[in-house]
């Protein structure tokens, strides 16, 4: 079992279904609706937690009552350590709404309220209790200026790190980055972060290449029908795992289960090959069942364990 904080997001997340999205001006009744507490992060954590490692959580709500909320929904429902989130007076809760029609595309609105308050507070917290874990998880949603003192402060203290790469791509300054274990872009997150295309297996091998030119450490990209590919330190080409041929009914969320796996497998077994191969099996169960959270909820997450 190991020790993860994990950085992230907290939002209060509606989602309606509807026939149609409404246009400006027009009206939908929903056949149905759900609320959760979620983020990406907030999917990686409770799947690293129920692969049984002990996950504390880092992130700030606001002093409305979903704040509250979202506290004990993380704390008794998601089994996370919730020690690590602070509540932002004056401010709101982070809040997603998604309308959902019956093709499953979907309108986004988001308020990031206090996920976006972030400060070198945080910064001087984290140096005081980074050496108590054995791996931080973050992603590129955080301010890029604190990210890049994440990384150094976890250089330093020789813990690795694992950086999901989902926004800010033409702002990342990779060489900021160096010092973090692993990158972990999806397909089109890499082809944002480079301004390429990545259509076939050879443009995805070149992107790591393009990758590592301003980065040392483990490049690892998620093809989603393609499985992923990897280039490690050492190593001077990229290697590609397959992904199983499965149906799918819903690919929403495959990457984040993807990425805990592969981290929660790299810790227990210290070997990618392996970690790639457990993340890649699971990843194809995961796309077989509908509604990420009905997927975290219900999926055996040790089909795979004896890979
Ligand atoms: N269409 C698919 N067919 C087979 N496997 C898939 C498919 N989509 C995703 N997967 C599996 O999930 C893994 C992660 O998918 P992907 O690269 O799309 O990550 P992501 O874009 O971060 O996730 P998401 O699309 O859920 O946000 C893939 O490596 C693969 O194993
Ligand atoms: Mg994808």
């Given at each position: 079992m190991s020790k993860i904080l994990v950085i992230g997001d907290i939002y209060f997340e509606t989602q309606y279904f509807v026939e149609k999205i409404p246009l400006e001006?027009?009206?939908s009744i929903a056949s149905s609706a759900t609320n959760i507490i979620g983020s990406k992060t907030i999917n990686v954590s409770r799947v690293?937690?129920?692969?049984?490692?002990?996950?504390?959580?880092?992130?700030?709500?606001?002093?409305?009552?979903?704040?509250?909320?979202?506290?004990?929904?993380?704390r008794k429902t998601y089994t996370l350590n919730t020690k690590y989130i602070f509540t932002v007076l004056n401010s709101q809760t982070g809040q997603i709404s998604l309308v959902t029609n019956s093709d499953g595309?979907?309108?986004?609105?988001?308020?990031?309220?206090?996920?976006?308050?972030?400060?070198?507070?945080?910064?001087?917290?984290?140096?005081?209790?980074?050496?108590?874990?054995?791996?931080?998880?973050c992603a590129t949603n955080l301010p890029l200026n604190l990210l890049y003192l994440i990384v150094e402060e976890c250089s330093i203290k020789n813990i690795s790190v694992f950086i999901d790469i989902p926004?800010?791509?033409?702002?990342?300054?990779?060489?900021?980055?160096?010092?973090?274990?692993?990158?972990?872009?999806?397909r089109q997150e890499a082809e944002l972060l480079l301004n390429t295309k990545i259509n076939t297996l050879e443009d995805a091998k070149h992107a790591c290449l393009e990758i590592r030119k301003s980065y040392q450490g483990i490049i690892l990209i998620t093809?989603?029908?393609?499985?992923?590919?990897?280039?490690?330190?050492e190593n001077e080409l990229p290697v590609h795992y397959k992904a199983e041929k499965v149906d799918i009914i819903d690919v929403a969320g495959s990457g984040d289960i993807f990425r805990a796996v592969f981290v929660d497998s790299w810790l227990?077994?210290?070997?990618?090959?392996?970690?790639?191969?457990?993340?890649?099996?699971?990843?194809?169960?995961?796309?077989?069942?509908?509604?990420?959270?009905?997927?975290?909820?219900?999926?055996?997450?040790?089909?795979?364990?004896?890979?």
């Amino acid at each position: 079992m190991s020790k993860i904080l994990v950085i992230g997001d907290i939002y209060f997340e509606t989602q309606y279904f509807v026939e149609k999205i409404p246009l400006e001006d027009e009206f939908s009744i929903a056949s149905s609706a759900t609320n959760i507490i979620g983020s990406k992060t907030i999917n990686v954590s409770r799947v690293l937690s129920k692969k049984g490692n002990s996950i504390y959580f880092y992130g700030k709500v606001g002093d409305n009552e979903f704040g509250e909320i979202a506290k004990t929904i993380l704390r008794k429902t998601y089994t996370l350590n919730t020690k690590y989130i602070f509540t932002v007076l004056n401010s709101q809760t982070g809040q997603i709404s998604l309308v959902t029609n019956s093709d499953g595309k979907s309108s986004i609105t988001l308020n990031l309220a206090a996920n976006k308050l972030f400060n070198q507070e945080d910064i001087s917290r984290f140096k005081k209790i980074v050496i108590d874990f054995d791996l931080v998880y973050c992603a590129t949603n955080l301010p890029l200026n604190l990210l890049y003192l994440i990384v150094e402060e976890c250089s330093i203290k020789n813990i690795s790190v694992f950086i999901d790469i989902p926004n800010q791509h033409k702002l990342i300054k990779l060489k900021k980055l160096n010092n973090a274990t692993f990158i972990a872009p999806n397909r089109q997150e890499a082809e944002l972060l480079l301004n390429t295309k990545i259509n076939t297996l050879e443009d995805a091998k070149h992107a790591c290449l393009e990758i590592r030119k301003s980065y040392q450490g483990i490049i690892l990209i998620t093809l989603d029908k393609d499985g992923c590919i990897i280039l490690e330190k050492e190593n001077e080409l990229p290697v590609h795992y397959k992904a199983e041929k499965v149906d799918i009914i819903d690919v929403a969320g495959s990457g984040d289960i993807f990425r805990a796996v592969f981290v929660d497998s790299w810790l227990k077994y210290n070997n990618i090959d392996k970690a790639i191969r457990i993340a890649l099996k699971t990843a194809s169960e995961s796309v077989k069942i509908r509604g990420v959270d009905n997927t975290i909820d219900s999926l055996n997450f040790n089909i795979s364990n004896n890979e």
